[in-house]
């Protein structure tokens, strides 16, 4: 049984940083991608980042994050990590990643319950 969990989100003043972290258990292997995603309150989701977990390449879906928020992760430890620095009050939202098992970036079968990060002016 897969299982993503999310956590590292709070309540920042803007400008300052938050890291979070994704661990996603129940994939035995590193054939898999994983992805960041956000959603602010009658927001479409926008994707953030993709990472292959197995050869490291990243999609960045950039726009207003791009500069700002970087995408990694720890194969040993299941996890993926997103960096988020010079927050910004629009960037308060809930942030979710998933598990891709077609490595496609794509289609994801596994999602997290998501955590949620407040920037404040």
């Known amino acids: 049984q897969v299982q993503v969990e999310e956590s590292g989100g709070g309540l920042v003043q803007a400008g300052g940083s938050l890291r979070l972290s994704c661990t996603a258990s129940?994939?035995?292997?590193?054939?898999?991608?994983m992805s960041w995603f956000r959603q602010a309150p009658g927001k479409e989701r926008e994707t953030i980042s993709c990472?292959?977990?197995?050869?490291?390449?990243?999609?960045d879906y950039g726009g207003s994050m791009r500069g700002r928020f970087t995408i990694s992760k720890d194969n040993a430890k299941h996890t993926l990590t997103l960096q988020m620095n010079s927050l910004k009050p629009e960037d308060t939202a809930m942030y979710y990643c998933?598990?891709?098992?077609?490595?496609?970036?794509?289609?994801?079968?596994?999602w997290g319950q998501g955590t949620q990060v407040t920037v404040s002016s």
């Open positions: 990472i292959n977990m197995r050869n490291g390449g990243s999609i």
């Open positions: 129940g994939l035995t292997d590193d054939d898999y991608a």
């Open positions: 998933a598990a891709d098992v077609d490595s496609l970036c794509y289609e994801y079968s596994y």
